[in-house]
């Protein structure tokens, strides 16, 4: 295929894919697929030396839909141009210099994933809000915006302002929203845009958007700087959340992207970048604009964490509570360096709330380390086949019951969820058996019968000897990590039983609450749910897991293996008595670490915030959790304090 007749392709593909997204609220493809095609054409135009007139180089957003009134910007807005790499910014930096003489101060903030809009304000008060639109006109969608609950319908200003920023869906409340829908959102980004461009303002406010400011277009106040701008949106009571920084030189541009970079996964709201600006309007002025872009702005793009692909099967996996998960298997993708090819549906309710079909293009979602998720369909394929509610339990053959949106193996023997309990059993939170592993597990349930972590801690030499992989030196070493292993804790040994919805942390708070296993085994629901992060469902079923003879019965027998609790120590320290909760990202400190600190001096790490605790330590993008305290008038503390608190200089 020859250039021209590839970039007529490319313009086809893209014109639609931005038609789609600008127009419809209806994406088929994530960001970074787009912006790789773009890239091609913009690179194919470069080398030609001429772009085709329909071109989406030329172009700011998509054209305003008609169902709305629209309404032209008292300014143009510009689409921001973009860089992927570090010698792509420092390009961009030197283009600075050259025009410039030197590199001028920089600003640096989070480039947020929404919708753009554009706020007019005269006489203090809101009087209309547009879409960006195409750049010059845009649709107004004032009464959705005006049901924004931090955004303000007055400021103190009273000429005429235009403030810009982003309409965004934050990801707590997507996941509520979510929880109750009848039609779950694919993404945050398509929330907050459906939501903007839904003609009922009712639909907007169910939402629960929030709004980020981050710009001022038109204005007849005069703005030296960004760093100006931006304290005026804070003083006028505008959301702009984030950090924002004004650095010198590139390097420490590039450090801010990488620090952002890592705190990306534990914001409460989509970011795909940050945005760099020339501080100095005036500046500014005289590094002018291309066709679409300011020449004195750049987005530094991070990695895609979404992208579409085929969903090829699902197949469905036994847990160790029996509980049956459906795992997608997908065409391999890239995910910001890593392939998947698996991916997570939740539950058979969630297949249906997705419309998830087998042949179906759906957007695949990984967010930190966590395994990646099916978040809707991109594009349905004609072909696709629905997935099937299993009717008997894959692994084993016995039959399955449907409780609420989940499925549950009833086989008494149902060899994976032998092995995985096992695998839980022995695992470094639990029992810590060094040397067994999930693979040890299913060999010593294949070939010598072991079923339950009774068998694991009354193993002998005998039951070992002529296992495949299993010297001499394997098999003693084996056994002395299980004899060491019944030294321990006791919450290690409540988090080993696996009992349902148990995690380590829980079973810290129920020792801490109930000292012994004789007072755990006979606490009442009351007592239970009176324990912080434990509510009705939880306590029933560790209430209802110490009523059952079974139950009783392996408690007792891993206690004749020789199973003793050490004697856990009161801590105490400056945090004596206090219970704290923590919120945020610290500038220093991980969450493990500062919580380790807490517990060593005495204190007791909640969850949430509720009128017992006594003192929230909060950090950057606090969210509801610092609202909720100064709500209560609980105290709060930042970093430097706490280190003050404990002594650390």
Partial sequence: MDKLQRMKELVGTLNEWARLYYEEDAPVVSDAEYDKLYDE?????NEAGFSLKNSPTHRVGGAPQKKFEQSKHLQRLYSLDKCQSKDEFYAWCNRLVKQLGSLPKLTCEYKFDGLTLNLLYENGKLVKATTRGDGTIGEIVTEQVKTIKKLPQTISYQGVIEIQGEGLLRLSQLARYNATASEPLKNARNGAAGAIRNLNPAVTAERGLSFMAYNIGYSDKTFSSQTEMREFLKAEGFEVEGDFALVEDAEKAMNYADTTG?????LDYLIDGVVFKVNEVSLREELGFTEKFPKWAIAYKFKA?????????VVWQVSRSAKLNPLAILEPVDIGGVTVSRAT?????????KKVKIGDRVFIRRSNDVIPEITGVAVENPNARAVQKPIVCPACGAPVKEVGAFLYCTGDYCAPQIVSYLDHFASKDAMDIDGFSEKTAEQLYNET???TAVDLMNLTSTDLFGLQGFGDKKIAN????????????????IFALGIGGIGKKTAK??????????NLKSASLDELSSVDGIGDILAKNIFDYFRDSNNIEFVDNLLAS????????????????????LTGSLPTYKRGEATKLIEDNGGEVASSVSKTVDLVLAGEDAGSKLEKAQKFGIKIIDEPEFKRMLGIV
């Fill in 305 to 313: 964490d979404e992208m579409t692909t085929e969903l090829l099967d």
């Fill in 509 to 518: 708070d129920l020792i801490k609450r109930f000292r012994t296993l004789e």
């Fill in 562 to 581: 020789g199973i003793e609790f050490d004697e856990q120590e009161e801590k105490s320290g400056v945090f004596s008595g206090l219970k704290v909760v």
């Fill in 449 to 451: 019968h072991l079923e």
């Fill in 478 to 493: 084996l056994l002395a990590s299980i004899e060491k292993s019944k030294r321990t804790t006791l919450d290690r040994f």
């Fill in 345 to 353: 549906l939740n539950n058979f309710g969630d297949i249906q709330k």
């Fill in 41 to 45: 054409l913009r690179s194919l135009e």
């Fill in 262 to 266: 890592e705190k990306r996964p534990n």
